[in-house]
């Protein structure tokens, strides 16, 4: 098949609640308290990943981590005094927003010519920092071939690192070298501004990336203060397009200067301030959306139906799509589960460009594998917790019985 993208999507684990863990992240603070529905959640994901499967494109999937983490639990001495938040981290399914496992450089940008992924530490936040080392694990499974693919440790946790998030990769086509963009924030206002530039630099290095071909840009503080917490939620990039709301970067027009110097074929569609603001940008998600180019060619722009709901969105959407620009289609998806914790279509994928002959086929969706996760996910996964449930020896039981249950049926007993 050769070299093409793949979509690993992060399978909604059981676990999936509402604790407001993530400053910042005006979804997750908004929410918490809330009930949360992890079947549905995880249904929703998996309609997700069939519907771009439909789309003729190939698709894959990461597996829940195992929660509760009771190693997490024991090192801070969790007990009936330890705040609430603590016991919660050890149970978030944050992994499912695979857009923050790691960052990934396709074969033809790197210096040995393999895919380098280094998995994120996304060490801002405590619920997030405890994934890296099993997502390592998974990562190192599903790219197992060394010939092919590199897989790091996670760069020191000073140095923050939150992944694919913010970092957006164009080329000519996705086999052809590309240039990849790195975007750290500085400053966030009264928010952590979670990706440091110097651990965006050392990935950078890592992979083995020629220097004349990676770019590095200041997120706009103003972007992180009003709820951007990652680039991806101000800005999306696929192919030769670069699509971004106006007031995404600290130096807007500098950033498309140098992007431009590396990558002269860039266009750049821009939402103006004027158009959609970055709170509605914010609160409908538009630009944490799958921008994909579809078998024929042409792009889709795969969004949350929140996007449908708000009219000044939906209106710039239809008057894009009435235009004669790059992005052909605008579809939204439902994955509101996943939305009401901050977490829109992007971020519950991780883009690889790899020949999927060289992935591990126990992690590449098919038909009949979708029905089996399917029915795993129906039997088992709880239908509803309520975050005072966080902590029930019972709900842990059911918790952990699922994950091996998923395990079991895509024969993937090494993550056990
Ligand atoms: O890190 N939410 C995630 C959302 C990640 C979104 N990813 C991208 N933008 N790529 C986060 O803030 C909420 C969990 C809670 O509050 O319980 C959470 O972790």
Redesign the pocket.
């Known amino acids: 098949m050769g070299l093409t993208e793949i979509n690993f999507d992060g399978i909604v684990g059981p676990s999936h609640?509402?604790?407001?863990?993530?400053l910042g992240?005006l979804a997750?603070a908004s929410h918490k308290g809330d009930p949360s529905y992890p079947r549905a959640a995880a249904l929703q994901g998996l309609a997700k990943m069939r519907h771009n499967m439909g789309l003729g494109l190939a698709q894959g999937y990461f597996l829940p981590l195992p929660r509760p983490n009771g190693d997490l639990l024991a090192r801070l001495a969790v007990d009936d005094t330890a705040e609430r938040a603590l016991l919660?981290a050890a149970w978030?399914a944050?992994s499912m927003?695979t857009?923050?496992a790691a960052t990934v450089s396709p074969a033809p940008d790197t210096a040995d010519g393999r895919c380098h992924l280094t998995p994120a530490n996304l060490s801002t936040?405590l619920?997030?920092a405890q994934e890296w080392p099993d997502t390592k694990r998974q990562l190192e499974l599903a790219f197992a071939d060394t010939r092919h693919f590199a897989v790091h440790d996670a760069i020191p946790g000073s140095l923050g690192d939150e992944g694919a998030?913010n970092h957006m990769r164009l080329c000519e086509s996705h086999d052809a070298p590309g240039v990849e963009v790195f975007v750290y924030g500085r400053q966030g206002g009264e928010f952590p501004a979670r990706q440091h530039e110097q651990a965006s630099r050392a990935v950078a290095r890592l992979h083995g990336l020629d220097p004349a071909r990676a770019v590095f840009i200041e997120q706009n503080p103003a972007a992180i203060a009003a709820g951007a917490?990652?680039n991806?939620?101000v800005s999306v990039a696929n192919g030769t397009v670069l699509f971004t709301h106006e007031f995404a970067f600290a130096d807007q027009h500098g950033a498309y200067e140098s992007i431009r110097k590396a990558f002269p074929a860039l266009e750049v569609v821009e939402v103006p301030a004027s158009a959609v603001s970055l709170e509605d940008a914010i609160r409908s998600y538009l630009f944490?959306a799958q921008l994909l180019t579809l078998p024929d060619g042409s792009m889709a722009l795969i969004v949350p139906e929140e996007c449908r709901d708000n009219p000044r969105v939906w209106g710039w959407c239809e008057l894009m799509l009435a235009g004669n620009g790059p992005i052909r289609q605008v579809i939204p998806v439902d994955v509101r589960q996943s939305m009401a914790?901050?977490?829109g279509p992007?971020?519950l994928r991780l883009r690889v460009v790899a020949d999927p002959a060289t992935v591990d086929p126990r992690f590449l969706l098919s038909e009949s594998r979708a029905d089996a996760i399917e029915q795993c996910i129906a039997a088992h996964w709880p239908e509803q917790i309520d975050p005072a449930d966080l902590g029930s020896p019972a709900l842990a039981a059911t918790v952990r019985d699922a994950r091996l249950s998923l395990l079991e049926t895509l024969g993937l007993h090494e993550l056990g």
Do not use: I
């Open positions: 609640n509402y604790a407001g863990l993530s992240n997750s919660a978030s944050s927003w857009a923050n936040m619920h997030r998030a917490f990652h991806d939620v944490n914790n901050g977490g992007a971020c």
